[in-house]
């Protein structure tokens, strides 16, 4: 009998504790409503997610954020790893998720030079494709993608990082083989399968000075043609300290002259990059050495706090930008999620998110909601 009466205890107390952490998580301020008169905020979601895999990744999906982007699920290799095969299941299921918590469903990335299977580039003998033959197939895949999604899917990043960071554009196989007629004829398609969407130009980097010159003379030279290109995607991926809020300030700024302005992939790296290269380049990666993987037990305070300062500061400044940025997408939901515990050392445990590995928000979310609520 003692012992049913302890085991009473023990479970009443339990779901206590549970009602406790229900309620606290229900207090938290909602990003999407502190957000509301100001831009849309959001994540990238993961195939576990979008497939509806992780519950508790969904209901922060669903609480805090007004927007979705897809990490992997939209690019040509997952979804059109073959010349006839096309794989639209978690995509499908992405979009579904979207609508089901009325969000603004962004698609990533029609044209890329990364992960698109070598099979586009090549003729049936393995040699470098023909200009006519790549532009046709870049132009079928896109009417099939985004014709697939018309009304459903609200924004293309329809090219994807086509600057180095001198300005210069990219050397890629889409280059090599068409010169620079693939970028206007990607948006020529992206607009024909779907007119009513919005269509982007997303890259990492462009708060340096030579790589927004250059994405500020692309975009203006698309738009001078006549074509649809609603707005600029500036990739987030930042460090505790670089860049500077002034050198973000200045191409928010220089870029709302040709449309939206967009954070996209927003993340803060805590952990001590191998090399001075800074961005997104998936290409730069190193050996694993434990001595660039310092928080393997949890971030330390002090570094926690530098997090959360960095936050507070960033979104200080997205908040005064209102008027030009229409949306700010975290590059993951949790810590768990994020691609920089695999880049630029695979292995790592990194912590560059809002959200930690247990679905619980970190002091930087407290900031953000502080910084502007200050206002």
């Not at 998580?25 to 992780?54: C, H, R, T, W």
């Not at 132009?139 to 924004?155: D, L, M, S």
Request: aromatic content about 10%; glycine content about 6%.
């Amino acid at each position: 009998m003692r012992k049913n009466r302890i085991l009473l205890a023990a479970t009443v107390a339990i779901a206590a504790l549970g009602c406790v952490a229900s309620q606290n998580n229900a207090a938290e301020p909602s990003l999407k409503n502190v957000f509301k008169d100001d831009f849309v905020i959001g994540a990238a979601l993961n195939y576990k997610q979008a497939m509806g895999q992780d519950p508790k990744a969904e209901a922060i999906i669903a609480q805090h954020f007004s927007t979705v982007s897809p990490e992997n699920l939209l690019k040509w290799q997952s979804v059109h790893p073959q010349p006839n095969t096309y794989n639209f299941k978690p995509a499908d299921a992405y979009v579904a998720l979207g609508k089901k918590h009325k969000q603004f469903i962004v698609g990533h990335a029609l044209v890329w030079h990364q992960q698109t299977p070598n099979w586009v580039f090549e003729d049936q003998a393995g040699k470098p494709a023909s200009k006519a033959q790549l532009l046709q197939r870049m132009e079928e895949h896109i009417a099939a993608v985004a014709g697939r999604y018309k009304g459903q899917i609200n924004g293309w990043d329809v090219v994807n990082e086509a600057l180095n960071d001198d300005g210069t554009l990219r050397k890629s196989k889409w280059h090599q083989i068409t010169g620079e007629e693939y970028l206007a004829k990607a948006y020529e398609a992206a607009r024909k399968a779907d007119p009513k969407a919005e269509l982007y130009y997303n890259d990492y980097n462009l708060w340096k000075p030579a790589k927004r010159d250059g994405a500020i003379k692309l975009v203006k030279s698309l738009q001078d043609k006549g074509l649809k290109v609603t707005g600029i995607g500036m990739q987030g991926h930042y460090g505790l300290e670089s860049p500077s809020l002034a050198q973000i300030e200045e191409s928010i700024i220089k870029f709302s002259v040709l449309g939206k302005v967009m954070i996209t992939e927003l993340d803060i790296d805590v952990l001590p990059n191998p090399s001075n290269r800074q961005g997104a380049d998936i290409d730069a990666t190193f050996e694993f050495d434990q001595k660039y993987n310092l928080y393997t037990n949890g971030l330390p305070e002090d570094v926690q706090q530098k997090l959360a300062k960095r936050y507070a500061d960033l979104f200080a400044l997205f908040h005064k930008h209102r008027d030009k940025i229409s949306r700010v997408t975290f590059w993951g939901v949790t810590d768990a999620d994020s691609w920089l515990n695999d880049w630029p050392i695979k292995g790592r445990t990194s912590y560059p998110m809002i959200f930690d590995r247990n679905y619980q928000p970190k002091p930087a979310f407290q900031a953000i909601v502080q910084a502007v609520q200050k206002k």
